[in-house]
């Protein structure tokens, strides 16, 4: 190893160094954090107690209806008169029993509390957590969904009142059509907002209407919106936490606009987005699931804000977002919405025709396109026959590389005419001194283009081919296929694969050993090592071979904790790349292609004038300028 390669690692060291120290949070930022993690510890202690009240008290109290539990008695119970006095026409709402009732069709579990009326939890039935657990979007009193209006010179918060449920057994019964269920708070005679939900069969969707009867009197006619919150805390689904973290965010579609979502990589801890124009639907996604608020027209405003949450083992983020709700004081006001709680599979949401899709990370424009119209088509037609994923990507690594093989094909031919040019490089560089570096390049790139090579052949195919890579490295980590789907030793295709847990953690690169990465570092080297044998340009830039054997090893610790397949795809890939280069070789004349050079050599330099100057000479013939007369 010479001195360039020396300094050159010792300059990314000293980078890696410099970054961590000027990224690490200040003593203030710190104390920050301190007290985040401090309010959480808080909560959840405060949530366990709650829990633990609720199941004292359900062993002692029997269900008041069939599929719904009393779980706890409203400790804030108090007179009529003192309700009034609160909360006005709605002090019917402000004391009662919380009950939860149970809607269910064969993909979805939804739990709907009477407090607040809110969904309080839902339940994907066909899929399971990484650790074999159900898998529950979100769960608990942490969960916030409800209106704040001004009424009768009130503040109401509809999540603190108790709604009236149906107790129809046929309406919540699945077998029956569409389970449905009807949830009122009550403000006076004839007079209340009622919370409707019906699921459809073998749907994600849940239809959620919102209804305002007779409260036109009741509620101020100054604003044409009212504020509706909706908050959650996002659990972890998936092994590989770094992973979900980063496709894990806050999505928002403007009305009759494009799809917005706050930065899933971001540094901060907590970002915030205010949107004072309409918005269609409000999504809180995850890396494989999504739930998403969606208005059948649009809603006045939002404001949107995620905030990390770092020391929690449980829980990723909290997602918050403040809705307008369109009013208008009318007898009866009806408006239309939905709740999509489901899976990030980009077929399914694409049938909605609402732009849902985009919460499927594809990448930006091109590697959208290519994802979009190439990748997902062949994977899909793929899955239609063969349901062993490691099998598909075989084969779907195939079929790109034989789509790629042209240029291949040319990269290999333009490597060859460069090694058979060597000598006449090396030759060069004997005539001219180091120091007349710009006489040397010249006389190089004129023999270059006496025998027709150009320099870049050999690099303009791989360019080329990024694309295509850096769409798998989009495709994969976000395919929900792929989601517990195992392969060799791998047991999740959509995370990392470990055949040795470290005992401590090794800094970018993790607490484990993914043998697919160790697999893909191994055959890039491999690759690039017969490459640079045939490239007679690492011998005029000895320190360049060093920095480019740099580039696996950094890719091996970035992609350590991402998705096996991806490493699967990226060693499958090299593979067949130097299978391929092994096969042309076999074909590939030496002996003729070196005679075809040098008589190219041997011929006199055509003095080929560019497109560029003919169209500049035909205008200036044109408007009767004649062209100087050569000497």
Request: proline share 5%; hydrophobic share 40%.
């Amino acid at each position: 190893m010479d001195k360039n390669t020396i300094l050159g690692l010792l300059i990314i060291a000293g980078l890696l160094i410099g970054y961590s120290l000027f990224t690490k949070p200040s003593r203030e930022e710190q104390a920050g954090l301190q007290r985040v993690r401090d309010s959480v510890a808080l909560a959840e202690q405060i949530k366990l107690q709650q829990q633990q009240t609720q199941q004292a008290e359900q062993a002692q109290n029997q269900p008041v209806i069939e599929d719904a539990l009393v779980t706890s008695q409203d400790t804030r119970a108090k007179s009529l008169e003192e309700n009034r006095a609160v909360y006005g026409a709605f002090a019917e709402g402000a004391s009662g029993s919380e009950e939860y009732i149970t809607l269910e069709n064969d993909k979805i579990k939804l739990k709907i509390s009477t407090l607040g009326g809110r969904p309080y939890t839902v339940e994907l039935k066909e899929y399971l957590t990484y650790d074999t657990l159900p898998l529950i979007l979100f769960d608990g009193d942490s969960t916030v969904f409800g209106m704040t209006f001004f009424a009768q010179n009130r503040t109401i918060n509809t999540n603190e009142l108790f709604f009236t449920p149906s107790v129809d057994q046929a309406q919540l019964d699945a077998s029956n059509g569409s389970p449905s269920l009807s949830m009122r708070l009550p403000a006076g005679d004839d007079r209340f907002i009622e919370y409707y939900y019906a699921l459809e069969p073998g749907s994600y969707m849940v239809e959620f209407k919102l209804r305002f009867v007779n409260m036109a009197d009741l509620l101020s006619s100054n604003n044409n919106f009212i504020d509706m919150s909706w908050n959650i805390y996002v659990p972890q689904q998936e092994k590989g936490r770094m992973n979900e973290l980063n496709y894990t965010s806050i999505f928002l579609k403007h009305f009759q606009d494009e799809v917005e979502r706050l930065s899933m990589r971001s540094k901060k801890d907590v970002q915030e987005k205010d949107v004072p124009t309409k918005v269609r639907w409000i999504a809180f996604k995850q890396q494989f699931f999504s739930s998403v608020f969606i208005a059948e027209e649009s809603f006045s405003n939002a404001t949107v804000r995620s905030t990390k949450l770092e020391e929690d083992p449980k829980y990723l983020y909290t997602f918050e977002s403040q809705i307008g709700i369109p009013y208008v004081p009318e007898a009866e006001l009806v408006l239309n919405y939905r709740f999509y709680f489901g899976p990030n599979h980009y077929n399914t949401l694409k049938t909605f025709d609402l732009e849902m899709q985009d919460l499927v990370g594809l990448g930006g424009m091109f590697s959208r396109v290519i994802n979009k119209y190439a990748i997902i088509p062949v994977f899909n037609f793929l899955n239609r026959f063969i349901d062993n994923y490691g099998l598909i990507i075989l084969l779907l690594t195939i079929v790109i590389k034989l789509v790629l093989f042209p240029l291949t094909y040319r990269s290999y031919m333009s490597m060859a005419k460069m090694r058979l040019l060597k000598p006449d490089i090396d030759a060069i560089n004997a005539k001219i001194p180091k120091d007349k570096s710009m006489e040397r390049q010249q006389a190089t790139m004129g023999l270059y283009k006496k025998a027709g090579v150009s320099p870049l052949g050999g690099c303009l195919p791989v360019v080329l081919q990024m694309p295509i890579l850096i769409s798998m490295f989009r495709f994969f980590p976000t395919s929900i296929e792929l989601r517990q789907q195992s392969f060799l030793w791998a047991h999740d295709l959509s995370t990392y694969d470990s055949i040795l847990d470290l005992p401590f953690t090794i800094p970018m690169y993790g607490d484990h050993i993914s043998l697919f990465t160790l697999l893909m570092t191994a055959s890039t080297i491999l690759t690039m090592k017969i490459s640079n044998q045939a490239n007679m340009s690492q011998s005029q830039m000895p320190g360049m071979k060093g920095m480019m054997y740099m580039m696996p090893v950094m890719f091996m610790f970035m992609l350590n904790n991402w998705s096996s397949a991806l490493t699967y795809y990226y060693f499958l890939a090299n593979i067949i790349t130097f299978g391929q280069n092994q096969l042309v070789k076999q074909f590939v004349d030496e002996d003729a292609l070196r005679a075809k050079l040098t008589s190219n050599k041997k011929k006199p330099a055509a003095k080929k004038k560019s497109s560029f100057q003919k169209r500049l000479e035909d205008m200036a013939k044109q408007r009767g300028v004649k062209p100087p007369k050569k000497k």
